[in-house]
Each structure stands twice: as structure tokens, then as C-alpha cells.
């Protein structure tokens, strides 16, 4: 059950599996009701059940296209008709288009900003209000190690990532003294079904095992593990807690130290 013992609502998007599900089911295990989205019904409507099952918690499906504002307004209306209102909102989103500068199109740029930006702020707009009125709520962004370190081989995301984190630090100023907090996490290499897919594809590029690939990314880490999905769920969970009350506009990194500056 939650830390704090009190049930709250909260909102996880994209979290029919990886880190999303990962932050779901933590929610799920210290006591939220969970509302998740994700653009496949079918997958989302089995992670939900998933998490039921294996949390004994209560969850919400959604069915939503997070570039889609019309989709994500529709969302909202349906989750406050059955939930009432919104305490948690754990913004995960889709990864944007890999790349240098020189072979981004103009596609892969909209794509990225439609990614991690355009839902970022409609979501916290149709959130902060009922949180700033409540005079309690807590925003989690899921961002990246790029957003900090920029990687010339991620050129949209590392952008996307920085713009999602000034966005943050903006909210985090105008929210710490009404009792909302706002901060984001950095994951690095995560063993997730979307990183291993990632290697797959870069194991066919060189021609190699997909192990291989695997083996050289967790070699890059200080740590020289891939982290777990869970790891991430977890450190979620506990921002959105009692005892972090006094962690706001923080960018924390979870990436067994591959950021090299302090």
C-alpha cells in the first residue's frame, strides 16, 4: 500500500510496457487507483489487467495517441468522469526518431517536438489546475540521459529532451509553494522490449548477434548492467510520495552513471 496511506489518482501515459508499465505497476504496489494509456487497445487493456492481477490494485485503460490533442482531450474527459480528478500525472512518451543533425528530416523534428512536447504541456494544463486547487500533486516527467548530455547520434531527442526539461523547471518555480511538485527522471540503457528492438535493428545493421549489441551498451554503463525497468517504477513511486515533498525541479538520473558531468 502507498507510504503515506492515502489513495490517490494517478495518470501514466504510454504504459502498456517498458518503463511506462514499469511505473503503472509501482503506482499499482503503493496503493494508487492507475489510469494508463497507449495507442494499441489491446495491449494496454492486458497490461492493465496484468497489473490487477499481480498488484491487487485498481486500474483505468485508455486508448490514446498522445500527438493526437483531440485524443488526449477525449482521455481526460473520460478519466474524470470515472475517477473525478488527477493527483499524479507520469508523463512517458515514445521515443523520437534517432539521427545527426544532417540526416534529420523535417518529419523526424515535427515528430519528436509531437512526442515529448506538444502532449508534455496539455497535459499539465488540464492537470495543475485541479492540483493547485487541491493544494497537492506531483508531475513526473520520463526523460532521458540526453536531455542532459547531448548525443550527436540523437539529435531530436537530446532538443526534445532539454526544451521537456526547462518546461519542467519552469512548472517546478510556479508550483513548489501551492504543494505541487514537478520533476523528471533520466534513464540510460534500460532493458526494455523497445531497447532490445533498437538492438535487434543494429544487430542486422552489422551483422552480428543481437547478445553483442547488448553486450557493448552495458559495457558503455559504469555500472555495466542494463537497469531494469523496475529500478525506474520504483524511484517514480517514491517521487510521487509524502517523504519527497521537498524535491521539486529536480532532472534525477537513473543511468548507473553514464552522465559525465556532476
Not at 59 to 81: G, K, N, S, W
Not at 130 to 135: F, T, V
Request: proline share 4%.
Amino acid at each position: 500500500m502507498s507510504t503515506d496511506n492515502i489513495r490517490r489518482i494517478a495518470l501514466v501515459t504510454a504504459s502498456s510496457r517498458g518503463i511506462g508499465y514499469a511505473c503503472a505497476e509501482s503506482m499499482a504496489k503503493h496503493g494508487h487507483v492507475v489510469a494508463m494509456c497507449s495507442r494499441d487497445k489491446r495491449r494496454i487493456e492486458e497490461a492493465a489487467r496484468r497489473i490487477e492481477e499481480e498488484t491487487g490494485g485498481q486500474t483505468h485503460p485508455y486508448v490514446c495517441d498522445l500527438r493526437e490533442p483531440a485524443q488526449v482531450h477525449r482521455m481526460f474527459q473520460l478519466i474524470y468522469q470515472k475517477c473525478e480528478r488527477i493527483d499524479i500525472l507520469v508523463f512517458n512518451s515514445g521515443s523520437p526518431p534517432s539521427g545527426s543533425f544532417f540526416s534529420a528530416t523535417d518529419d523526424d523534428w515535427l515528430e519528436g517536438h509531437r512526442l515529448c512536447m506538444e502532449p508534455a504541456i496539455q497535459l499539465a494544463r488540464a492537470v495543475l489546475p485541479g492540483m493547485i486547487e487541491r493544494r497537492w500533486g506531483r508531475i513526473v516527467f520520463i526523460n532521458s540521459i540526453f536531455g542532459k548530455e547531448p548525443d550527436v547520434g540523437y539529435a531530436v531527442s537530446s532538443v526534445e529532451r532539454a526544451a521537456q526539461l526547462a518546461f519542467m523547471k519552469c512548472l517546478s518555480r510556479q508550483t513548489a509553494d501551492k504543494g505541487v511538485t514537478v520533476n523528471a527522471i533520466l534513464p540510460g540503457f534500460v532493458d526494455t522490449p523497445l531497447v532490445r528492438e533498437y538492438a535487434e535493428d543494429a544487430a542486422k545493421a552489422r551483422q552480428c548477434d543481437v547478445n553483442k549489441i547488448m553486450g557493448e551498451w552495458a559495457s558503455s554503463i559504469p555500472r555495466k548492467i542494463l537497469a531494469h525497468a523496475s529500478e525506474i517504477g520504483e524511484l517514480s513511486a517514491w517521487l510521487v510520495g509524502e517523504s519527497s515533498t521537498n524535491i521539486s525541479g529536480c532532472a534525477i538520473q537513473s543511468d548507473g552513471g553514464m552522465i559525465r558531468g556532476m
